[in-house]
């Protein structure tokens, strides 16, 4: 089973800074990879898919970029309405989840 | 716009078995993929298993073939049955439509969730 490793676990940031995240699949997943946000206590909302196409209704500061085996969501500018967890997600033969990343105040 | 709504007993004793519904509106189920993910308080998200509107379905072999999902294109809506239940399968309840390009991977839309508790 392809196992997918989010780092940091934890991002420590201010708003108006750059958040860089990180997703490594243990192989291959060619671009079928998916980012998504989780606020406390809500669903959790799609943010990239393919890799790096945003789905309806994202804002242009979200990014997604990489293939293959190393994936990164940026966010150029922090909202407050960013500060959440964010997972990322395959599916090569099965669908999986990396751990999260938790995209906190500084 | 496409609304997805959980819905089924919070509570459910060990050893029995755990039914959910997944209520959909503003769209057909029919034509499309659609979804069942969970996770337990304080943790991560896990894929339970996706159903087509025909009724094919595939699972997350973790849950060692206690998962079963129907679908009801009639009513619109599609269901989750677990059995053989345990303390482990606590956890919110997430169904959603189950899209992709060449191949249906991710949710591009979920419900609000719902919160499991299996205890006697």
């Known amino acids: 089973d392809i196992v997918l490793t989010q780092s940091p676990g934890t991002l420590s940031l201010s708003p108006g800074e750059r958040a860089t995240l990180s997703c490594r699949a243990s192989e291959s997943v060619s671009n079928f990879l998916a980012w998504y946000q989780q606020r406390p206590g809500q669903a959790p909302r799609l943010v990239i898919y393919?890799?790096?196409k945003r789905a309806t209704g994202i804002p242009p500061r979200f990014s997604g970029s990489g293939s293959g085996t190393d994936f990164t969501l940026t966010i150029s500018s922090l909202e407050p309405e960013d500060f959440a967890v964010y997972y990322c997600?395959?599916?090569?033969?099965?669908?999986?989840f990396g751990g999260g990343t938790k995209v906190e105040f500084k | 716009q496409v609304r997805l709504l959980e819905s089924g007993p919070r509570l459910v004793k060990p050893s029995e078995t755990l039914s959910l519904t997944c209520i959909v509106s503003?769209?057909?189920?029919?034509?499309?993929?659609w979804s069942w993910f969970r996770q337990p308080p304080g943790k991560g998200l896990e894929w339970i298993g996706y159903?087509?509107?025909?009724?094919?379905?595939n699972y997350n072999p973790s849950l060692k073939s206690r998962a079963s999902l129907s679908i009801d294109t009639s009513k619109n809506e599609f269901s989750l049955k677990l059995n053989s239940a345990t303390a482990a399968d606590t956890a919110v309840y997430f169904c959603?439509?189950?899209?992709?390009?060449?191949?249906?991977?991710?949710?591009?839309?979920w419900g609000q969730g719902l919160l499991v508790t299996v205890s006697a």
């Open positions: 997600q395959q599916r090569s033969h099965w669908l999986s």
């Open positions: 159903i087509y509107y025909t009724g094919t379905s």
């Open positions: 503003g769209v057909s189920i029919s034509g499309q993929y």
């Open positions: 959603g439509r189950f899209s992709g390009n060449y191949f249906p991977y991710y949710n591009d839309y």
């Open positions: 393919d890799a790096s």
